[in-house]
């Protein structure tokens, strides 16, 4: 079973400053299979990157997925005040067909 | 505009059945996968399972022998059954459909709250 950990666990930053949060797996995983999520208090989840890179439709471009392999990273360039919120990284594993989720990131403001 | 609608019981007793159902408008059940994601209180996501029109459905193998998903493609919805609860099912159900690319749950509803206690 491949387990993905997400650092830091809170994240303490001001508007307008760069964030960077880590996902981590324990075996290499395929890019396409990896994928970011937004949740904010009392919503669900919001899709924001997709196949590690990609952005999803009407995601503001401060929002950037990169990595490969075991090590992934969410970079929010210039934080707004609604980028404040809980982000979760997401893996597909095919074989079985199954969906997994890191333990998220709170990013809080400073 | 596609939107996923949750519905059903927010209070269940424990060993009971948790029979939710999501209601698809915007676009047709027949294409793409549709998921059932959890959340419980102050946690994280875990997913549950999925299903494609066509019945084929693949489920978290913790939850296997629990679950049952199933497609009503009259009704364009699909429904969640999870069997024998107790009080670690607690939570909010999220239904959600694949997304672009695929891999990835591109669409959610907006979530509804389930109490598993007598």
């Known amino acids: 079973e491949i387990v993905l950990t997400q650092s830091p666990g809170t994240l303490s930053l001001s508007p307008g400053e760069r964030a960077t949060l880590s996902c981590k797996a324990t075996q290499s995983i395929s890019n396409t299979h990896l994928a970011w999520y937004q949740q904010k208090p009392g919503q669900a989840p919001r899709l924001l990157i997709y196949h590690a890179s990609t952005r999803a439709t009407g995601i503001p471009d401060r929002f950037s997925g990169s990595g490969s392999g075991t090590d992934f990273t969410l970079t929010i360039s210039g934080l707004e005040p609604e980028d404040f919120a809980v982000y979760y990284c997401q893996l597909y594993v095919t074989s079985p067909p199954t969906y997994s989720f890191g333990q998220g990131t709170k990013l809080e403001i400073k | 505009q596609v939107q996923l609608q949750e519905s059903g019981p927010g209070l269940v007793k424990p060993s009971g059945t948790l029979s939710l159902t999501c209601a698809v408008s915007?676009?047709?059940?027949?294409?793409?996968?549709w998921s059932w994601v959890r959340q419980p209180p102050g946690k994280g996501l875990e997913w549950i399972g999925e299903?494609?029109?066509?019945?084929?459905?693949n489920y978290n193998p913790s939850l296997k022998s629990r679950v049952s998903i199933t497609v009503d493609k009259a009704d364009n919805r699909f429904a969640l059954n999870l069997n024998f609860v107790t009080a670690a099912d607690t939570g909010v159900y999220y239904c959600a459909r694949e997304g672009d690319g695929g891999y990835n749950l591109g669409l959610w509803g907006q979530g509804t709250p389930v109490t598993v206690s007598s």
């Open positions: 299903i494609y029109h066509d019945g084929s459905t």
């Open positions: 915007g676009a047709s059940i027949t294409v793409k996968w």
